[in-house]
């Protein structure tokens, strides 16, 4: 299992200043993208980060009512995935081809309380399924763990599908995901409000590497 750090803010400039620190100890990162609709909290403008000066790939993750107008007004070639939530459309095709259409891998989001039903028949043309184990929009909202046995049914129905979770991630937990199949965990809170950042990214790291030695008994 990998650990992406995941940027919650609403400011532009402190999301470039986590993306330069983010670099200096991860290759990969998450930005969270709100309206303050779909969740009460609201991120800076989607379209700031076409201009944002940047060199590390992110995936995008929009808690957003409306993402096929965030998808089409995004321009950064270091956008690697953009993941929209199931709860937003009834109909996933059409913004499932318009991100491939613009070279960048297709996820859908999915809320605590949210079926499985409700995505299953498009399940086939996504290539993650990321799974929140918090209600979404704010650092630090509580863990819910009944979230666990319906990654363990997703890992079970769609077993080529890459499957993310986001949400009060910590070491404390993190076995319980490694040991349902789970292929990253976003961690935000935990790395970027911490006194120091990078050292608390590899603690993740070094205790996952305990878990896969571990493992091998």
């Known amino acids: 299992m990998k650990i992406v750090p995941a940027i919650l803010t609403e400011s532009g400039d402190e999301c470039v200043n986590l993306m330069r620190l983010a670099q200096s100890f991860a290759d990969f990162i998450q930005i969270d993208i709100m309206d303050g609709l779909f969740v009460s909290t609201r991120s800076f403008p989607p379209e700031t980060l076409n201009g944002m000066p940047t060199s590390i790939f992110f995936e995008l993750h929009l808690m957003v009512k409306d993402p096929m107008s965030v998808v089409q007004s995004l321009n950064n070639r270091h956008i690697k995935k953009i993941i929209f939530h199931a709860e937003t459309l009834n109909n996933y095709q059409p913004i499932i081809v318009q991100i491939r259409s613009m070279g960048i891998s297709p996820g859908i989001a999915v809320k605590p309380e949210t079926e499985l039903n409700r995505f299953i028949r498009s399940a086939p043309l996504l290539d993650t399924i990321f799974f929140l184990t918090v209600d979404p929009g704010n650092y630090g909202s509580p863990f819910r763990p009944e979230v666990l046995n319906k990654i363990s049914r997703a890992r079970k129905l769609f077993p080529a599908a890459e499957i993310g979770v986001d949400g009060a991630v ?47 008994f």
């Open 170 to 216: 910590s070491l404390d937990n993190i076995r319980s995901f490694v040991d349902i199949g789970v292929d990253y965990a976003c961690v935000g809170s935990r790395i970027f409000r911490s006194e120091s950042p990078k050292a608390s990214y590899l603690q993740f790291i070094r205790k996952l590497k305990e878990i896969e030695v571990q493992n091998e």
